[in-house]
């Protein structure tokens, strides 16, 4: 067997290191499961940053019920609202947690829910607006484990 | 879809010193009491302290519709005052047969000599909503529950029950809930073994449970063989736990990890 | 019948912002845990949540295994006028679970 020199390392690396900065501005979803549910519901429209405030806990001491609430900036009119709103998990086996459709007569495009989070991740909201564009916002919490989980 | 995790922590506390039974009665100074809500997140606070958000009062309705269909309305006129108390009576003898009852022992008793009913089984659905929908009625109140002499031998069984080591772990509740209480283990922090928020809505069970599946779950975790659900073993440690809990505030439906 | 909690204002005036909050008991089974044999249990969660005022939709939501048991949803819509609302979960089994509650609006 070859042994691999050091030069050759750096030389591969380099690549990955080049390969990685060329990558699409939706990098942000590391997790292709992810970024493949993400695909499959808004397709490869770029997501800008923003409008979206999603508040998850910095620490989660169970992972079967972490609150969540989220709030899209939005008129709520006729003519500009929210349409839906969606929220994915890094780490769930299913990654679209839940999706939230409003409408003009939502008035204000809030929720609060409960969620499951299997284990210490980013969670990310992204809204659809009534023109079609995305916006998302992330947050990470840190579900601990806990001492004494019997089934 | 969250695995459980084994129990890694609780094998290190095993070497603790343990307590001799007739030292004390309670391993917790008065002034040391604290409710199982301080050793939460403040997240789950809120989700307990949120009068429409607290998943136990689910219950705490289909309690009160059992109560009000079930037959109970009829000798008990007034269930927002005439349960104030319920949090500091029970668990009780029985004036009739002698036997202590808790409080699902007393809404048995209720329908076997009242509604010739049939018992509702412990941990049903039914008998815990009924349960929590009268013990919703203490919330907020302060528990003061008195050993009577008559009494007096069930709280030295649930005390020595207390003190007694069991299962693979060879570990005691007292191990745990007095002497290591607020220390960390694993991601929680230990608490004093409180059951003043009981019935209560544990994130792990993801419902609703008693104080006695409570202590079925921490036998379990110590690899014990656990006495059944109501029985005479859980009925006493159930009269030291309340009584060990005096000074606290009755949150059932609370929520607990 | 499933248990259901819903929440309405009492004293909305027309033209306000309100919150709406409904809570249904259900175990939201995620169809990824084992009971003690060691056997899957079937998944069987409600998969989608529909609140209407009178015959509009104001709101509505899919859910997957990731929603939390006995989903709690708190939402909002521009009261207008006096109606009623419709709260309705379907299970994946495709029963329906509806609970109706009544929107008095001052004028």
Same mark, same amino acid.
Request: neutral net charge; contains cysteine; glycine residues 4%.
């Given at each position: 067997m070859t042994p691999i020199k050091r030069r050759d390392v750096l030389r591969i690396s380099g690549g990955v290191a080049v390969s990685l900065t060329l990558l699409p501005k939706s990098a942000w979803a590391d997790e292709p499961a992810m970024r493949k549910s993400i695909r499959d519901m808004f397709g490869d429209k770029p997501i800008q940053d923003g409008r979206v405030t999603l508040t998850i806990p910095t620490l989660s001491e169970n992972g079967y019920s972490v609150s969540m609430n989220v709030e899209v900036e939005s008129p709520m009119t006729e003519n500009d609202y929210v349409t839906k709103l969606a929220i994915f998990s890094e780490r769930n086996p299913i990654p679209l947690i839940a999706a939230y459709h409003f409408t003009p007569a939502s008035g204000r495009a809030r929720i609060a829910s409960n969620i499951r989070l299997g284990g210490t991740q980013n969670v990310h909201a992204i809204a659809q607006m009534s023109d079609g564009s995305l916006w998302r916002a992330s947050a990470k919490t840190f579900v601990t484990l806990?001492?004494?989980v019997v089934l | 879809m969250i695995r459980a995790f084994g129990i890694?922590?609780?094998? @290190? @506390?095993?070497g603790c010193s343990e307590k001799p039974v007739d030292e004390a009665a309670f391993g917790i100074a008065p002034e040391n009491i604290r409710s199982g809500y301080e050793f939460l997140t403040a997240e789950t606070q809120a989700l307990q302290n949120d009068d429409f958000a607290n998943p136990g009062l689910l219950w705490v309705q289909t309690g009160q519709g059992l109560f009000q269909d079930g037959g109970c309305a009829a000798c008990h006129n007034d269930p927002g005052t005439e349960f104030r108390s319920v949090a500091s009576t029970f668990p009780a003898l029985d004036p009739q047969s002698g036997k202590l009852i808790n409080l699902e022992g007393r809404i048995n008793l209720c329908r076997t000599r009242h509604q010739s009913l049939p018992e509702l089984p412990?941990?049903?659905d039914d008998l815990l909503a009924l349960t929590t929908f009268v013990k919703s009625r203490a919330r907020g109140g302060t528990i003061d529950y008195q050993i009577t002499d008559a009494l007096q031998p069930h709280f030295a069984a649930g005390q020595n029950y207390f003190y007694s080591k069991r299962g693979q772990f060879n570990l005691s509740c007292n191990q745990c809930h007095d002497e290591n209480a607020g220390a960390k283990m694993r991601g929680d922090t230990v608490s004093q073994g409180h059951i003043n928020g009981f019935p209560a809505y544990r994130n792990d069970w993801q419902t609703l449970g008693s104080s006695h599946r409570r202590f079925e779950a921490c036998d379990i975790a110590v690899r014990a063989d656990p006495p059944a659900l109501g029985s005479q073993t859980y009925l006493d440690l159930e009269v030291y736990l309340t009584a060990r809990g005096n000074g606290l505030t009755s949150e059932s439906p609370a929520i607990r990890r | 019948m499933r248990?259901?909690?819903?929440?309405v204002p009492d004293n909305a005036k027309s033209g306000d912002v309100i919150?709406?909050?409904a809570m249904i008991r259900h175990d939201m089974e995620s169809g990824?845990?084992?009971n003690i044999q060691g056997q899957t249990i079937a998944r069987n969660i409600l998969t989608f949540f529909e609140c209407r005022f009178d015959d509009n939709v104001i709101f509505s939501a899919?859910?997957?295994p990731g929603v939390s048991a006995?989903?709690?949803l708190k939402f909002h819509m521009r009261a207008q006028k006096s109606g009623t609302l419709t709260f309705e979960w379907t299970e994946q089994t495709g029963q329906i679970f509806t609970k109706t509650a009544a929107l008095a609006v001052l004028e």
């Open positions: 806990a001492a004494c | 890694i922590g609780i094998a @290190l @506390l095993a412990y941990e049903s | 248990n259901i909690r819903l929440s919150e709406l909050k990824y845990r084992v899919d859910f997957h006995n989903p709690l």
